[in-house]
């Protein structure tokens, strides 16, 4: 009976002492899930707030989409108005296609048509200015 007794308070000293290391690694892993969670929750609140972040740069980007939408609205037919009145009076088919520093065109006159073509490298803009007003009829 002795023995019984002594074998069961052994078996009771086994399994409290395995026990206390199933404890002691729970405890672990509960520290270690805490760390993973304090760094989870952080990274979280971060993102977050790049999140709210790019919202507000989105809508800041959208704001300004529309002011230039506006503008481009109101800034393009004032600015083709103009091309094509300086067109009806100029009476000038200009060359889109020529070289850098050339101004080509035609100048569609009163009784023929004049080519116009003008090296912007050799001569002043107030001169070809001046040359190109001066082919425009004035007895409107």
Do not use: C
């Given at each position: 009976?002795?023995?019984?007794?002594?074998?069961?308070?052994?078996?009771?000293?086994?399994?409290?002492?395995?026990?206390?290391?199933?404890?002691?690694?729970?405890?672990?892993?509960?520290?270690?899930?805490?760390?993973?969670?304090?760094?989870?929750?952080?990274?979280?609140?971060?993102?977050?707030?790049?999140?709210?972040?790019?919202?507000?740069?989105?809508a800041s980007l959208e704001?300004?989409?529309?002011?230039?939408?506006?503008?481009?609205?109101?800034?393009i037919p004032s600015a083709v108005y103009v091309a094509?009145?300086?067109?009806?009076?100029?009476?000038?088919?200009?060359?889109?296609?020529?070289?850098?520093?050339?101004?080509?065109?035609?100048?569609?006159?009163?009784?023929?048509?004049?080519?116009?073509?003008?090296?912007?490298?050799?001569?002043?803009?107030?001169?070809?200015?001046?040359?190109?007003?001066?082919?425009?009829?004035?007895?409107?």
């Amino acid at each position: 009976m002795e023995e019984e007794v002594a074998q069961s308070l052994l078996d009771a000293k086994e399994r409290a002492h395995q026990g206390d290391v199933e404890l002691q690694q729970l405890k672990a892993e509960l520290q270690k899930a805490g760390e993973d969670n304090t760094r989870l929750k952080a990274s979280l609140l971060q993102l977050t707030q790049e999140l709210e972040e790019l919202k507000e740069i989105e809508a800041s980007l959208e704001r300004q989409e529309r002011e230039v939408d506006e503008d481009t609205t109101v800034t393009i037919p004032s600015a083709v108005y103009v091309a094509q009145l300086y067109h009806r009076i100029s009476k000038i088919e200009w060359d889109y296609e020529s070289e850098p520093g050339m101004v080509k065109g035609i100048h569609h006159g009163p009784s023929v048509a004049q080519p116009i073509h003008l090296d912007s490298t050799q001569l002043s803009k107030k001169f070809i200015s001046d040359y190109l007003w001066s082919l425009v009829d004035t007895d409107w």
